[in-house]
């Protein structure tokens, strides 16, 4: 599956901008942005002008800092429903970072047209060749419920196969990371990070 295309330049010059806006927005310095999230002032200047892609562990940690969420980060999002509910049907799915600027791993947002969320829902792919070095690692909880395909899932030391209607939740503080085996695999993914306070 090719991850190259228009979606990677278009979505890294979103993030840029959105981060750089809602930066200036609450008056926060880049090196007060880089303490606050742990992360270099280059890094996140390469991110401002879209020269970098961040996997979504670390746009969660930058939209924590920020005080919003990841969708707010990505793009514009659609009208809201009435009534607090948000429909997302099939056809209106938006890719969210492809994977050639994010080590494979594809994601579609499930909820992209509700604002302040306290989870962000995902459909997500997972690549079958992984960097060794590479981890994630994010504040709050995340949970898996695997669609379709094999998983071979890492979190910490421990290793196991997931199948389709195996699920797990764990501390996205712990290391973690998965590839498809035989072929495609994609799953359910909802991450929780709680934002810091006021």
Do not use: C
Not at 70 to 87: K, M, N, Q, R, Y
Not at 161 to 167: A, R, W, Y
């Amino acid at each position: 599956m090719s991850h190259d295309g228009p979606a990677a330049p278009e979505v890294s010059k979103v993030i840029g901008t959105r981060i750089a806006e809602r930066r200036l927005e609450l008056g926060i310095t880049l090196e007060r942005l880089a303490v606050a999230t742990g992360f270099s002032k280059g890094y996140l200047s390469k991110i401002e002008n879209s020269r970098k892609v961040p996997p979504i562990g670390s746009l969660s940690r930058i939209a924590a800092a920020l005080r919003t969420d990841i969708t707010e980060l990505l793009h514009t999002p659609a009208a809201t429903l009435d009534g607090g509910l948000s429909v997302v049907r099939a056809g209106e799915r938006r890719p969210v970072v492809r994977g050639g600027t994010a080590f494979g791993y594809d994601y579609v947002s499930l909820a992209d047209n509700r604002r302040d969320k306290k989870m962000e829902p995902f459909l997500f792919t997972f690549p079958s060749q992984i960097d060794k070095y590479v981890f994630f690692e994010h504040d709050g909880e995340e949970f898996m419920f695997v669609l379709s395909g094999r998983v071979e899932w890492q979190a910490g030391s421990r290793k196991l196969v997931l199948e389709p209607g195996d699920s797990i939740y764990f501390d996205a503080r712990l290391p973690h990371r998965g590839r498809s085996l035989e072929g495609e695999a994609t799953a359910l993914v909802v991450t929780y990070s709680p934002k810091p306070a006021e």
